[in-house]
């Protein structure tokens, strides 16, 4: 039995994971799916002083107050920022860390450092015209290439979020880079530069395995038995 603390990016919640969570619940696994603070069920806490930094704690303190160990860590999307800084927080509880179609910062480096310069614009443009100079509305489940039949479902459980969330650099020690088991799955049918070039650069380095499921972003949504393996293989 492995532990799993399941990480969603952004507009997203802890529901985006079910589908995964019951396969590893069935299986034997304990599952976190925590929804982090402004999103989803935790929407009514939104405000701008929800960051970066905020989801990162919301992480570790959920490593730390559940003492949880060897911890299977995994991240989609933005969530790669947060699982990123939760490890570097609490390195020792990590047994291995999965980033799904997800940044992989270092110290200093914000989400929005390597986003393509026409969606930096169109954030900003957003938060300007309709979210009151601090938020983004979600990004239509369309966009990131998830299936059709659960397009409607991804919508309606999709939430604003904090533009800070993306701006605030990541503060790294260096002790996540002692985590020896890393794994990085690329959804490749979903076009997106900032996530090819983790998979340039990670792709020569031996201390990760890099793969690609033929899936849109989402692709917890899309493909959860193949997604299920590869989380099961980090635990080994």
Same mark, same amino acid.
């Given at each position: 039995?492995?532990?799993?603390?399941?990480?969603?990016?952004?507009?997203?919640?802890?529901?985006?994971?079910?589908?995964?969570?019951?396969?590893?619940?069935?299986? @034997? /696994?304990?599952?976190?799916?925590?929804?982090? #603070? *402004?999103? &989803? =069920? +935790?929407?009514?806490?939104?405000?701008? $002083?929800?960051?970066?930094?905020?989801?990162?704690?919301?992480?570790?303190?959920?490593?730390?107050?559940?003492?949880?160990?060897?911890?299977?860590?995994? @991240? /989609?999307?933005?969530?790669?920022?947060?699982? #990123? *800084?939760? &490890? =570097? +927080?609490?390195?020792?509880?990590?047994? $291995?860390?999965?980033?799904?179609?997800?940044?992989?910062?270092?110290?200093?480096?914000?989400?929005?450092?390597?986003?393509?310069?026409?969606?930096?614009?169109?954030?900003?443009?957003?938060?300007?015209?309709?979210?009151?100079?601090?938020?983004?509305?979600?990004?239509?489940?369309? $966009?990131?290439?998830?299936?059709?039949?659960?397009?409607?479902?991804?919508?309606?459980?999709?939430?604003?979020?904090?533009?800070?969330?993306?701006?605030?650099?990541?503060?790294?020690?260096?002790?996540?880079?002692?985590?020896?088991?890393?794994?990085?799955?690329?959804?490749?049918?979903?076009?997106?530069?900032?996530?090819?070039?983790?998979?340039?650069?990670?792709?020569?380095?031996?201390?990760?395995?890099?793969?690609?499921?033929?899936?849109?972003?989402?692709?917890?949504?899309?493909?959860?038995?193949?997604?299920?393996?590869?989380?099961?293989?980090?635990?080994?």
């Amino acid at each position: 039995m492995a532990t799993f603390v399941l990480v969603h990016g952004a507009w997203h919640g802890g529901w985006c994971w079910r589908r995964v969570a019951n396969r590893l619940r069935a299986a @034997g /696994h304990d599952v976190y799916t925590p929804t982090l #603070t *402004g999103l &989803a =069920d +935790r929407s009514h806490l939104l405000s701008p $002083s929800v960051r970066l930094q905020t989801h990162i704690l919301d992480i570790a303190n959920l490593l730390s107050w559940e003492d949880l160990e060897s911890v299977v860590l995994c @991240g /989609h999307s933005y969530g790669g920022m947060v699982i #990123t *800084g939760a &490890a =570097d +927080r609490e390195a020792r509880r990590i047994k $291995s860390l999965v980033y799904v179609d997800a940044f992989v910062p270092s110290d200093g480096e914000s989400a929005m450092d390597s986003r393509p310069p026409e969606r930096v614009e169109l954030a900003f443009e957003q938060i300007r015209s309709v979210g009151e100079g601090w938020w983004m509305p979600p990004t239509p489940a369309a $966009s990131f290439r998830v299936n059709e039949a659960d397009q409607a479902w991804v919508d309606a459980k999709c939430t604003n979020f904090p533009i800070s969330c993306f701006t605030q650099p990541v503060r790294l020690t260096g002790a996540v880079d002692g985590i020896s088991g890393k794994y990085y799955v690329r959804a490749g049918g979903y076009k997106a530069p900032q996530f090819d070039a983790c998979v340039e650069k990670l792709s020569g380095d031996p201390d990760w395995d890099v793969r690609s499921l033929p899936c849109g972003h989402d692709i917890m949504v899309d493909m959860p038995d193949e997604l299920t393996a590869v989380l099961e293989e980090a635990c080994q």
